[in-house]
Structures are given as structure tokens and as C-alpha cells.
């Protein structure tokens, strides 16, 4: 297997760099969490301490439908902030969500990722130095290049707790691979 930053050449350069890395870190999210029985997909860790895997996917979907419509310059649709929302909860946590099959979860994500791939297609290189607000309360600015990197990078971070999920439930389980 060759492993390249390189997509369907049909984005210009740089944006297509970037949403490779999008793209390459959401099949690596798919390959992480393949075959997690529903029961590992809402573990919360040792005494339920910690965001589930579910948490986290459905974190990661709102986080990146946001930054699709700020890349696009319009507001989140009212339907999909209830779709996919809320970012946090009324303590200041990822909401609760549990018995959501992980397919459905995946796939509502690639959904997502699809998104931004039609909105990278009419990008410009030009256009990766545009500024948009992000935050709870669009308190920060950044380009758009660095908020599709972010999407990559925020991806990544996440994977790492995912993977320390799947450690603590097979320690947990006593299930060996």
C-alpha cells in the first residue's frame, strides 16, 4: 500500500493536500474502530469517566459540519444543528448518545466528509487565505486552510482516545487480540 497525500485531481493543489489529509485520517477512524460490539462503541471507560467512542464520533461530525458551513460562508441549517447538535451540553459536556449502531454513526460521517469534499471542489488555492469566525461564540478567527487542517488534525487527537477506549475495554474484558 502506498500512503500519499494525493486525491481525484480535482481540486487545486494545496486544498487537495489538505483534504487528503481529511479523507485519509476518516478511513483511518474506520479502521480503528471496526468490529466494536455496541457495548465497547458506548464504554465510557473506568468508571464511566470518559467520553464513549460514540461521543466522540458524533463530536467530531458536528465539529466538521460547522466548519463545511463556515468554509461555504452560510449558517448551519436549523435542521442539521438538531440533527447533529448540540456541540456541547447544558455542563459543559459532549452529550450523552448511546445505542447508535457505529455504522449508522460512520456513516452519517462520511456523509459529512462528502460534504466538505463537494465544498473543496470549488475552492481555490486564492481562497484558503479567507478568514472565518469558529468558537462557541465565533470568539476566534482562522483561515480556511488551517480550518481544514484542523478537521484532520482534531480527527487525529480523537482517534488517540478512541484507542484508549479499545486498550481500558479489552483490559476490562479480558479480550485478547
Known amino acids: ?6 486525491g481525484e485531481l480535482t481540486m487545486s493543489p494545496i486544498v487537495e493536500i489538505l483534504y487528503s489529509a481529511v479523507k485519509e485520517n476518516n478511513q483511518r477512524l474506520q479502521l480503528i474502530t471496526e468490529g466494536m460490539p ?5 464504554y465510557k471507560g473506568p468508571n464511566n469517566k470518559f467520553n464513549s467512542t460514540a461521543q466522540i464520533i458524533k463530536h467530531l ?22 440533527q447533529y447538535g448540540p456541540m456541547i451540553d447544558e455542563k459543559g459536556r459532549l452529550p450523552m448518545i448511546q445505542g447508535t449502531p457505529l455504522m449508522t454513526l460512520l456513516s452519517n460521517y ?8 463537494d465544498v473543496c ?11 472565518v469566525t469558529f468558537g462557541h ?7 480556511i486552510r488551517w480550518g481544514i487542517w484542523h478537521i484532520a488534525d482534531h480527527s487525529r487527537y480523537h482517534q488517540a482516545h478512541i484507542n484508549q ?5 479489552r483490559e476490562n474484558n479480558i479480550i485478547h487480540i
Open 137 to 143: 461564540e465565533n470568539e476566534k478567527s482562522a483561515t
Open 1 to 6: 500500500m502506498l500512503y500519499d497525500l494525493q
Open 61 to 82: 461530525m458536528y465539529v466538521d459540519l460547522n466548519w463545511v458551513y463556515r468554509i461555504k460562508g452560510e449558517p448551519l441549517p436549523q435542521s442539521l444543528k438538531e
Open 121 to 131: 471542489k470549488e475552492l481555490d488555492d486564492a481562497d484558503l487565505g479567507k478568514i
Open 165 to 169: 477506549l479499545r486498550t481500558w475495554y
Open 110 to 117: 462520511k456523509g459529512i466528509i462528502s460534504m466538505l469534499e
Open 38 to 42: 455496541q457495548e465497547e462503541v458506548d
